[in-house]
C-alpha cells in the first residue's frame, strides 16, 4: 500500500474512468460526476498498476434532465480495477457526501 499524490495523472485517470463507466451502467441515475480536485488517494498497487483505491474526490454533478451543472459534490469511493477479468474500474463503494 502506498499513498499516491492526489494530483498524480494515474490517480485522475481511474477516477475518470470510473465515473464514465458508472455513468454508462447506471442507466436510471440522470446525473453525471466530472472530477474537478482529488483530495486524497491511498492505493493497493501489484506492480506498476494500482488494484484498489481509496480516494475522496470533488466532483461537479450534472443533471442530464435539465442539461446544467449543479452544486459540486464531495465523493469518497473504492475503486477496483480488474485488469484481467474486466478492463474497467469499478466503484466498490460511492459514497456522495453532499
Do not use: C
Not at 458508472?22 to 480536485?37: C, K, P, R, W
Not at 482529488?38 to 501489484?46: E, K, P, Q, S
Amino acid at each position: 500500500m502506498h499513498r499516491l499524490k492526489p494530483t498524480s495523472p494515474m490517480v485522475w485517470t481511474i477516477i475518470s474512468e470510473a465515473l464514465t463507466e458508472n455513468a454508462l451502467s447506471n442507466h436510471g441515475d440522470y446525473n453525471v460526476y466530472v472530477l474537478t480536485y482529488v483530495t486524497r488517494a491511498v492505493a493497493w498497487a501489484n506492480g506498476d498498476k494500482i488494484v484498489w483505491l481509496i480516494t475522496d474526490f470533488i466532483a461537479s454533478r450534472f443533471n442530464m434532465a435539465d442539461q446544467s451543472f449543479s452544486a459540486a459534490v464531495i465523493i469518497h469511493a473504492v475503486i477496483e480495477k480488474k485488469y484481467v477479468a474486466d478492463p474497467y474500474p469499478t466503484f466498490s463503494t460511492f459514497d456522495v457526501r453532499g
